[in-house]
């Protein structure tokens, strides 16, 4: 399947769940479970964003966006942290309204009975979902599978709360969860916009990938051949690296254009997803980059 069709399935998993986790808050007035419901909401608003940028991003470059619409996703994910942020800040505010005002529970064998099916949906759903996005590169789709991923732990944790209230009859113990519900998903927000953050402006490569860059260039460099002035960037799905070539002046144009091409196959290949920009220098001549362009950081390799 595609990664919007992951998406779509997502949505459909979320109602699901939404339905299972509002049943358990219902039956049994647990704010823990309410805090869970509401978790589940924002992942239904955030797969359907999450969707909608999938489908953005997929769009081929135009006028006006000549290097495409790849960033798209990162929004998907800020979009999902500031959801996250909502989400946290109801689930204190109806915690603090219980631990002021303290109701008895009701039927939770039957409550966590609904929460456990939902966690279950949930937990295979995030493991598929991780799995694509590691494969297409899915910025979108590994921040709903991440958040997913929080769902189930914070489901398995309510869960197990309610199991000591049920032990222990402290009724306090309900909404007291319910905060630490609320705290371990603003982490997974403030984790989620910081990298959508990153995304947008135009992070480096990861390490590895850099690596495997490193790898091929040395693998074409010789006395007559250098590299230098790398720089690497992602986009979304799209990854890229620009960089200076040094050949002897004396070659011809064809000849040096031949090099260059399978140069860029090679990193290419070497690579998912890149798309490689060398620019062609004689060996005595160096590039003038200003200061301030990032293209001049590079080290030479």
């Avoid at 998406?7 to 509002?22: E, G, N, Q, R, Y």
Wanted: glycine residues 8%; aromatic residues 6%; charged residues 15%.
């Amino acid at each position: 399947m595609h990664a919007a069709a992951y998406l779509k399935l997502s949505a459909v998993v979320a109602v699901a769940t939404i339905a299972l986790k509002t049943g358990a808050w219902w039956v049994s007035s647990s704010v823990g479970l309410l805090s869970d419901a509401l978790e589940s909401l924002v992942n239904l608003a955030g797969a359907t964003f999450a969707l909608a940028m999938v489908s953005w991003a997929a769009l081929p470059p135009d006028d006006e966006h000549p290097y495409g619409h790849h960033k798209a996703e990162y929004f998907s994910s800020g979009f999902e942290g500031v959801l996250i942020f909502a989400a946290a800040l109801a689930i204190v505010w109806a915690a603090v309204q219980r631990l002021l005002e303290p109701r008895p529970l009701e039927a939770l064998g039957l409550g966590m009975a609904l929460s456990a099916l939902s966690t279950l949906l949930n937990g295979v759903m995030a493991w598929a979902m991780l799995r694509k996005a590691r494969e297409v590169r899915s910025m979108a789709l590994e921040g709903d599978a991440r958040h997913l991923f929080t769902d189930v732990w914070t489901s398995v944790g309510v869960v197990g709360g309610l199991v000591a209230v049920k032990a222990t009859g402290w009724a306090w113990l309900d909404p007291a969860i319910a905060i630490a519900v609320a705290l371990n998903i603003l982490r997974e927000g403030t984790s989620l916009v910081r990298r959508s953050a990153d995304g947008l402006m135009d992070r480096a490569l990861e390490p590895e990938a850099q690596a495997q860059i490193g790898k091929v260039l040395e693998g074409f460099a010789h006395h007559a051949i250098r590299f230098d002035h790398v720089v690497t960037r992602r986009a979304g799905q799209r990854r890229f690296v620009d960089l200076h070539m040094h050949m002897p002046a004396g070659w011809t144009l064809g000849r040096a254009a031949s090099l260059r091409g399978s140069v860029e196959q090679a990193l290419m290949s070497a690579v998912p997803g890149l798309r490689a920009t060398i620019q062609l220098l004689p060996m005595d001549v160096e590039a003038h980059v200003p200061a301030d362009d990032p293209a001049g950081g590079g080290d030479p390799l």
